[in-house]
Structures are given as structure tokens and as C-alpha cells.
């Protein structure tokens, strides 16, 4: 397997981990973790009862974001398996892209949570948090990992028609 497989494959594993992470964190409802209860993107538990969070514009923006961040990922996995199983499809830089996309809405969408909950007393950040702020590296890796691979092909077809003296 040469290096533009091993970085296709690369890609597309570290896209499928924050795909994963990023699905994870937006489903679950440990974001924060405060005395008598937690909460997420979409409910707040007390005394272990959940109830739907009342709208409120930060939430709604962090939430849109990482909807559309899973959507990304999604898409980018798609793509990234399509690219594996057909040797001649290369779309390298529009993978790039959709994973560079996937990692720029999770860093908005985390960013706003931290700045709207980082001030408050008796309140800890917790694992569904953290799982985002995992996948973000992973996706912005896959991106590379899809812009290298391009930059190899797009090397390799440069050269071919050059002849080789040695």
C-alpha cells in the first residue's frame, strides 16, 4: 500500500473517530456536571429528572453548529470511503474541506459553550464536552490526511509526462 493509501485510510479512519466523538457529544447530555444534576446542548437533569431546556440563543447556535459539524462528519466519511473503494476518484481537496468545515463548526460551537459556561460557580465541564473538543482534532488531522494524499496524486500526474534522466 503506498503513501497516498495510508494517508486515504488515515483519513478516513480519523474522520470516522470524529464523526463518532462529534455524534456522541451532541447526543448526550453531559456537557456540564453541577451539584444535583447535568446538563447538555438539549435537556438539564435535576435529581435525576430531565427536562427540555428553554431556548436560548447561545444554546441554539452551539447546538445548530454541532448538528451540522455531525452532518460534516458524515458526509466526509461518505466521501472518504467512496475515494478508498474507487482508486481513480479523487476528490482529495473537497475531503479536506468538508473535514476543515466539520472542525471549524465544532471549534465555534465549543468556544460559545466555554465562553457562556466558563464564569459559573459550582459548575464543571464533563465528558460529552470534552468528546467534542476530542473530535476536533481528529477532523482537522483527516483534513490533512486527504490534502497530502491530493498533493501526492496531483505531484505524481505533474511529473508523469516528464522523462527521466539518470
Avoid at 40 to 58: A, F, H, R, V, Y
Avoid at 127 to 138: N, Q, T
Wanted: aromatic share 12%; glycine share 12%; hydrophobic share 50%.
Amino acid at each position: 500500500m503506498g503513501v497516498k493509501r495510508r494517508l486515504q485510510s488515515g483519513g478516513t479512519l480519523l474522520g470516522f473517530l470524529a464523526q463518532i466523538l462529534t455524534i456522541l457529544s451532541t447526543a448526550t447530555n453531559y456537557w456540564i456536571h453541577y451539584p444535583g444534576g447535568h446538563s447538555g446542548l438539549w435537556q438539564e437533569c435535576n435529581g435525576g429528572i430531565c427536562s427540555n431546556i428553554p431556548c436560548q440563543t447561545m444554546l441554539a447556535v452551539v447546538g445548530a453548529c454541532m448538528v451540522l459539524a455531525a452532518c460534516s462528519a458524515v458526509v466526509g466519511l461518505v466521501m472518504g470511503l467512496r475515494i478508498l473503494c474507487h482508486e481513480g476518484d479523487s476528490r482529495g481537496q473537497t475531503m479536506s474541506g468538508t473535514f476543515f468545515l466539520c472542525g471549524l463548526l465544532l471549534l465555534i460551537a465549543l468556544t460559545g459553550y466555554t465562553v457562556k459556561n466558563a464564569w459559573k460557580n459550582d459548575v464543571f465541564f464533563s465528558w460529552s464536552y470534552f468528546s467534542g473538543w476530542l473530535a476536533l482534532p481528529f477532523s482537522i488531522l483527516a483534513g490533512f490526511c486527504f490534502l497530502l494524499a491530493d498533493m501526492i496524486v496531483q505531484s505524481t500526474d505533474a511529473i508523469s509526462g516528464f522523462p527521466v534522466c539518470l
